[in-house]
Every structure is written in structure tokens, then in C-alpha cells.
């Protein structure tokens, strides 16, 4: 017994038994702390709790650290107890020494048994394992990610949503104004019926554009609540909010190597490592497999004699099997496994191609917007002293009251394509976070 013990010993340190600790706790990058809202901050945290999709990427990781226990178990010798109990009668032409007479026999041993990896069949499905496991966690850090940015962009679509009906409720109140004022012009004369109709469908044109924003704040509002993984929420708190604009400072040089961090592309990173190891694992199905057994334990016909000395028995078992025939079934599953070794390759360096595509895209995008909404706002600052310059004119005289109106309604206009400006910034600058799994050094400053 203690010889098979020293021996097993040896074997475990020969066959290079490491123990791989894997580390699930790591959080992601909170990226969306940037835009400095509290609120937001705390729907993120709680949608990062509750998320549906996130639950079951949580799952699929205990899952897979599981399977990694288990084939680590799978290297280790195994202890098991057995225990057995008969009565029997021989044949007539079995000579024992209860011949043709009922006789008992009582056996209770501990058996260990352990195979040997001698080919490292079982090291390296450990090895993947490990690999599958740390796959589903840059899985689970992905899904993070992902819904992280579509609470944030669903948090900033509301803001800008009511922000924009609030305008448009302006923007219709001041086109009745109008349409009241043209009406009184045409009851004298001064305009005719068509141009009269002209100003009533302004008026429609802004209550069709009203429901349409209303209709969008409900399909947001709805969006958030299922990424919360809850019935409601304060809308209140949102809708009390401006959206402002933004201005986040990325590097002028971004390290591609920071792609390389992405959990996606670690995902397959891994994926594709595990495959290779899969790999060996079938070779090793072309050599024989060795285990060693033994037992010490107790034998007798009589119960009550069972567990004295003279009933004690040992024994210890070598044992070798050696694929001759299998019909082609190692074979085929190296073959087998090398092709899902290139696909996983192929995954990768579409992942990796994936990555940089939309770096480069989301990269191009934010400096496009940001260009846009700069001369959005100086558009807006000059329909707004505009503005003023015509209510100031009206006071004097020098313009009628129509003329300020149609000033304040170009000006309403600036606004709301500022706000849609302004939401564009914000998705971008989302998308280059989520790029970047939120690896990247920047300065956030809101105007």
C-alpha cells in the first residue's frame, strides 16, 4: 500500500500535475463614470446586477469552472469503499472446499485506483478547460460591456427625447401664434386662402413630429426597463435632466495593442488555445492506457470473523489497454478536432479583423460629429442673437410681431438639430469606449 502510494507520488510529479488558479472577479472598465451623472451611474451598476443576458453569461461561467474541477479530479487517484455479502452453492464439478454444501462470503475493501497520463491526455484537457473557462469570462466581461453602453445610450436617448419634445412643445406653441396672427391678415385680405393653409399645416407637420418623439420615448423608456431587468423606473429623474454637451478628450495616438485587451477578442484568443490542447487530447487516444489498482481489506465466510487479522487481504493490479481495431474512431476525431482548431483560428482573425474595422470607424465618426456639432453651435448662437436683435426691432417698431416669431422658430430649430448633434457625440463616444473596453485614458469635462 505504501509502496503504490510513493508511487503514485512520483507519477503525479512526473506528469506535471499544476494546479491552475483562474480568476473570474475581475470587473470591467466603468467607463460610463466619465460623463460624471450619479444616476447613470447607478442604473448601470444595478443593470449590471439584474441583466438577463448578464445572469446567463454568470451561469455559463460557474458552469464551465465546474467542468475545470472536474478534470482536475480526473488527474487524481480515486478512493472508493466496496462491500459485498453472498450466499451460494457450488457446482458438482467445482471442487471447493464446501463442495456441493451453501456457503457465505463477506468481503469490505478500499480500493485505489489511478491512471497514469503518461501522454498527457488528461493534463491537457484540463489545460482547456481552463482555457473554456476563461473564454466564457471574457464572454461574461463582453456582455458587460455591451449592456452597459445600451443603458447608457438608452439613458441619454430619453434626456434628449424629452429634451426635444419640450422644444417641440415651444415650437408649437408659437406656430399657433402664427397661424392666429396670419388668420386675422386673411380675414382683411392681406393673404389668401392658400398661403393661410400653408401656416395650419406647420401646425400639423409639429403635432405629427410631437407623437412621433412621444411614441420613440416610450420604445426608450421600454428599452431601458428590460436592459434593467425591472417593470419601471423614476423617469422623472431623466426627464429633468439637459443633455449637455460632452467634450471627451481622447489621445491623439491610441495603441492598437489596447484592441488587444478587448474581451471578445480574448474569448477567442482562448477558444483557439483550448482547441489545440483538444487536439493532443485525441492523439493520445493511439497509446495505451495504463492504471494502477489496489485494494486492502477484509474477506471471510463468517460475519462475526470478518474483521479480525487472519480475514485481512491486499492486492494490487496493473493494468494496460492498447487500441488495436476502432474502426477509424481516433482517427476521425483528431481529424476532427484539428478542423475545429482552424475554425477557431479563422474566428479569431475575424474577430481581431472586426475589432480594428470598428476602432477605425468608431474613431472617424466621433471626429466627424464633433466637427459637425461645433458649427451647429456656432449656427445656433448667431439664430439666437438673431433673435434677440428682432424682438429688440419689434419694441422699436421696426418689425411686426410675425417677424419675431418666424426669428424665435429658426432659432427653436437650431436647437433641437444641436440636441440631435449632441446625442450623435454621445452614442460616439459610447461606441469608442465599448471599442476599447473602456481601456483608454481620457479627460471629461461637460459643457
Known amino acids: 500500500m505504501r509502496i503504490l502510494l510513493i508511487l503514485i507520488l512520483l507519477l503525479q510529479a512526473c506528469s506535471s ?7 473570474t472577479n475581475a470587473e470591467i472598465i466603468s467607463f460610463w463614470e466619465k460623463f460624471e451623472d450619479k444616476y447613470l451611474n447607478d442604473l448601470v451598476k444595478e443593470g449590471l446586477k439584474s441583466n438577463n443576458d448578464i445572469l446567463i453569461a454568470m451561469v455559463n461561467v460557474n458552469k464551465a469552472q465546474s467542468a475545470l474541477h472536474i478534470s482536475e479530479a480526473d488527474r487524481l487517484p480515486r478512493i472508493d469503499l466496496a462491500a459485498s455479502g453472498s450466499k451460494k452453492r457450488d457446482s458438482e464439478n467445482m471442487k471447493t472446499t464446501f463442495f456441493h454444501r451453501p456457503y457465505n462470503s463477506f468481503f469490505f475493501s478500499a480500493v485505489i485506483n489511478y491512471q497514469i497520463d503518461l501522454w498527457g491526455k488528461m493534463a491537457n484537457a484540463n489545460k482547456s478547460a481552463r482555457e473554456q473557462l476563461l473564454a466564457l469570462d471574457s464572454t461574461k466581461k463582453s456582455v458587460q460591456i455591451t449592456i452597459a453602453s445600451e443603458i447608457s445610450k438608452a439613458y441619454f436617448n430619453i434626456i434628449a427625447l424629452d429634451n426635444k419634445i419640450s422644444i417641440y412643445n415651444e415650437l408649437l406653441s408659437i406656430t399657433e401664434k402664427l397661424y392666429d396672427l396670419q388668420n386675422k391678415k386673411f380675414k382683411v385680405g392681406n393673404i389668401d ?3 393661410l393653409n ?6 400639423h407637420m409639429v403635432n405629427s413630429q410631437l407623437l412621433d418623439l412621444k411614441q420613440q420615448l416610450v420604445y426608450q423608456e421600454t428599452s431601458l426597463k428590460i436592459l434593467l431587468g425591472r417593470k419601471d423606473f423614476d423617469q422623472e429623474i431623466i426627464r429633468s435632466k439637459k443633455l449637455n454637451q460632452v467634450n471627451i478628450v481622447f489621445p491623439g495616438k491610441i495603441p492598437s495593442k489596447l484592441l488587444l485587451e478587448r474581451p471578445d477578442i480574448l474569448a477567442a484568443e482562448h477558444i483557439l488555445k483550448s482547441a489545440k490542447y483538444n487536439v493532443k487530447v485525441a ?11 489496489n485494494f486492502i481489506g477484509f474477506g471471510s465466510n463468517s460475519l462475526n470473523n470478518l474483521f479480525k487479522t487472519p480475514s485481512r487481504n491486499r492486492g494490487i493490479l496493473v493494468e494496460s489497454t ?13 481529424e476532427y478536432t484539428k478542423e475545429v482548431e482552424s475554425q477557431s483560428l479563422i474566428e479569431y482573425q475575424q474577430t481581431v479583423r472586426i475589432a480594428f474595422g470598428e476602432a477605425i470607424n468608431s474613431l472617424s465618426t466621433y471626429k466627424t460629429i464633433q466637427k459637425d456639432l461645433a458649427n451647429l453651435s456656432d449656427n445656433e448662437k448667431l439664430y439666437s442673437r438673431s433673435f434677440k436683435l428682432t424682438e429688440k426691432q419689434f ?5 411686426d410681431y410675425i417677424s419675431v416669431i418666424e426669428s424665435q422658430k429658426r432659432f427653436l430649430y437650431s436647437k433641437i438639430k444641436i440636441v440631435n448633434s449632441s446625442l450623435l457625440s454621445v452614442d460616439s463616444t459610447i461606441n469608442i469606449f465599448k471599442t476599447f473596453a473602456g481601456n483608454i485614458k481620457v479627460d471629461a469635462t461637460n459643457s
Open 17 to 23: 500535475n499544476k494546479v491552475y488558479q483562474v480568476s
Open 193 to 195: 386662402n392658400i398661403e
Open 198 to 203: 400653408n401656416y395650419a399645416s406647420q401646425i
Open 283 to 293: 492523439r493520445a487516444d493511439y497509446f495505451p492506457e495504463i492504471s494502477l489498482s
Open 322 to 334: 492498447v487500441p488495436v481495431i476502432d474502426f477509424g474512431r481516433t482517427k476521425n476525431n483528431v
Open 395 to 399: 419694441k422699436i417698431g421696426f418689425v
